[in-house]
């Protein structure tokens, strides 16, 4: 066997069990989802899966409840993905400034990334408690009136959004705080002898430097804010009413409390198809940063 | 004549307004002030969680420690079932993505462009897909409640994450370095254990921290995928949150004890390996 043909053999060993566990576990069930989302199936019927076609999709596409869950996720993830994103970005710009300290204050900006959801939700389900919650309370001293932030249909999304942001921010500040301290400092003192007011610097130079990064951030954050599951089930459960029913409690309805497992393949496949259309570039551009080039040599 | 004016320049990029100082506070204020009053409620009596006037300052006790431990035995037993959990989907997960990593990496083979974008496209795709297919095959199987059951979702799901970390961070170790180990008389095999492994242990701390993080705070998988014998803490908490009441008169205390304990080892890991974390997110960006 000759040296390069021993080489091929050995890379394909050491891909193997990355492919056997991608396509058993991953590529298959999701085709098999894929097909299930033509089928009606309740899990434990004893006749075989009828084939319905696209009645599934049409059925949903009808469905009133399903058609507000999907315009909550809208407005869920165009509101926390502003507040992440400006957060984030806020925080950045903020941490490049010569703080002392740096190392501690950067940790501090971190911790909300650590809290699980179901720590999140004892957190805020403490601190926005209608009766006793340290934020009515601070409310109320400032002569405003207690708020139900999560108990009352008007509040509630709102409420998720905010709690979920406070986590998320961190995510942002991470992939942008590099990005900015990556900004050559010449262009600064440049723009400082030219004399750039503060605002013009970050028209004219942060801003266009780093549009590559908030890019990445914008698309990840994003994508990952439509499939939102764990804080929704752990603070509201989709209520109070169906206040803060998105996408994700829908599909676990249909699936885990209906056991439609067709009906929430179809909506899962929705899902699917909404995250691959917007992160089809981000998967390009990303596919072709890591595997375009070979390895510096 | 030269040097002044250059130093004055950075002095004034360089300085600190009080915009920014006000800006910091209330940064810090936001991020701290509701992890202090999660973190210390563990610490204080009934009466001081859900007192009129919150405390702030109060006589730190360990009550509610001993009141979980009393009342719920098992939560004890579900961190334990998070750590082993955790602590295998890691090791699982690195013995199968670096020598995959190795391959891309050093190796291209034949096809790999076309495993890489579906790895890509897999890494993006919302994981709650998965449940449908997969409840049913797990229940056959006898998965469902099981750690091994989760292990495997977990370590799938991450794979295509922490391969795609640990190749972008390989290619940044230059070629010389395994190739004149390689040249030298080591087989490919070797020089990657010997070699690559070792000057690859930054990576993988940022790696496992990154998906370790993730697994341990896991709620969907582990909500749908597990019963009693496998409650991990997160679902734990989830239950126990539940048990108590909107009222003043619930039983907070031992919520906010149970939260702490699976909360602080995060917090802590997070702390000391932060730069660890940064670099390793910025590396290929390839964290969400």
Known sequence: MTLQRKNVCFSYVMLTPLLLITVFVLIIPLLSAFRLSFFQYRLGQVDPME?????????????????????????????TVSLQMFGGFFVALLLAKPFPAKGLLIAAVLSPMAASEAVLAVIWRYLLNFQMGPVNYALQLLGMQRVQFLTSPEWALWSVVF???????????????????????????????????????????TAPMM????????????IISLRTFGIFQTLTRGGPGRATEVLSIFLYQRTFAYWQFGAGAAVGFIMVALTMVLASGQIRRMHKSLFGR???R | MNLRPSIMKRSRIDRISWADIVAMIVVLLVVLVPLYFALSSAFKLQRDIFSFVPRILFSPNLR??????????????????SALVTSISIMFMLLVALPSAYSFSRLPVKGVSLI????????MFPPIVLTIPLYPLFRNLGLIDTPIGLILLYASVQLPLIVLLLKAFMDTIPRELDEQAWIDGCGRAESFVRVIIPVMMPGIVAGGIIVGTVVWNDFLFAFLFTGIRTKTA?????ELLSGVGEGALSDWGQVFAATTLQFVPVLLVIWVFQRRMVSGVTIGAVKG
């Open chain 1, 163 to 205: 709690v979920y942001s406070w986590q998320a921010f961190p995510s942002v500040f991470i992939l942008l705080y590099p990005v900015r301290l990556s900004i050559p400092r010449e262009l600064y003192e440049a723009a400082h002898i030219d004399g750039s007011s503060a605002f013009q610097t970050l028209r004219l130079i």
């Open chain 1, 294 to 296: 070979e390895a510096p």
């Open chain 2, 116 to 123: 890489s974008f579906v790895l890509v496209a897999l890494r």
């Open chain 1, 51 to 79: 084939y319905v076609g696209t009645a599934n999709y049409l059925r949903i596409f009808r469905d009133s409840r399903f058609l507000a869950a999907f315009a909550r996720t809208v407005i869920f993830m165009a509101a």
């Open chain 2, 234 to 238: 997160p679902i734990f908490i989830y």
């Open chain 2, 64 to 81: 509610n420690f001993d009141r979980l431990t009393t009342n719920w035995p098992r939560y004890l037993g579900s961190i334990g079932t």
């Open chain 1, 211 to 222: 549009r590559p990064g908030i890019l990445v951030a914008l698309v990840f954050r994003t």
